[in-house]
């Protein structure tokens, strides 16, 4: 019995030191958050208030995505839910489904998504909506609109006015 109590508060122990293990992993750019391979990240203070990006990618999720995988991520019966999906999908491979879309068959059912590469309001957030996206899948907000958000970062609008010229 003491073995099991034992092995419980190490349990705990690391189970509380993970989110602060992780936040120590990502790096800020120009009010991006990166994790140490650069992959794009949220970051999501005490209070609750996101950043520009993750804030940027409920909106964009919300605009586009929504339709078929659901309010919040959570899919339908027409799309799966992508806060579930993004727990085993890698940063690479959301890049490359939402740009050239994908199609599925299995013996009881055909799925197919669009591809949104020439979607300028989905290419030019793919980052914002992987980081929405991630944030929900790892339980870090809540469902529905971010509260409070930080401000748009001046590199942000710049980015955007390049994708949309280009």
Same mark, same amino acid.
């Given at each position: 019995?003491?073995?099991?109590?034992?092995?419980? %508060?190490? /349990? /705990? %122990? @690391?189970?509380?030191?993970? =989110?602060?293990? @992780?936040?120590?992993?990502?790096? #800020?750019?120009? $009010?991006?958050?990166?994790?140490?391979?650069?992959?794009? !990240?949220?970051?999501?203070?005490?209070?609750? !208030?996101?950043?520009?990006?993750?804030?940027? $990618?409920?909106?964009?999720?919300?605009?586009?995505?929504? +339709?078929?995988?659901?309010?919040?991520?959570? $899919?339908?019966?027409? @799309?799966?839910? /992508?806060?579930? !999906?993004?727990?085993?999908?890698?940063?690479?491979? &959301?890049?490359?489904?939402?740009?050239? $879309?994908?199609?599925?068959? !299995? @013996?009881? #059912?055909?799925?197919?998504?669009?591809? &949104?590469?020439?979607?300028?309001?989905?290419?030019?957030?793919?980052?914002?909506?992987? +980081?929405? /996206?991630?944030?929900?899948?790892?339980?870090?907000? =809540?469902?529905?609109?971010?509260?409070?958000?930080?401000?748009?970062?001046?590199? %942000?609008?710049?980015?955007?006015?390049?994708?949309?010229?280009?």
């Amino acid at each position: 019995m003491q073995r099991k109590k034992l092995a419980v %508060a190490v /349990l /705990l %122990a @690391a189970m509380t030191a993970m =989110p602060a293990f @992780a936040a120590e992993e990502k790096h #800020q750019e120009d $009010g991006k958050y990166l994790t140490k391979d650069d992959v794009p !990240t949220y970051n999501v203070k005490e209070d609750g !208030t996101v950043d520009w990006y993750t804030y940027s $990618g409920f909106r964009r999720y919300h605009s586009e995505c929504h +339709v078929c995988h659901g309010p919040d991520g959570l $899919g339908s019966s027409y @799309a799966p839910a /992508l806060a579930d !999906t993004m727990k085993t999908t890698e940063y690479a491979d &959301f890049l490359y489904i939402v740009a050239a $879309g994908r199609e599925k068959i !299995t @013996a009881s #059912q055909v799925s197919k998504m669009p591809g &949104f590469g020439d979607n300028k309001n989905v290419s030019c957030y793919m980052d914002d909506i992987y +980081v929405y /996206l991630m944030a929900r899948a790892d339980g870090a907000i =809540p469902r529905g609109r971010p509260k409070k958000r930080d401000a748009k970062p001046a590199t %942000a609008k710049a980015y955007e006015e390049e994708c949309y010229e280009g």
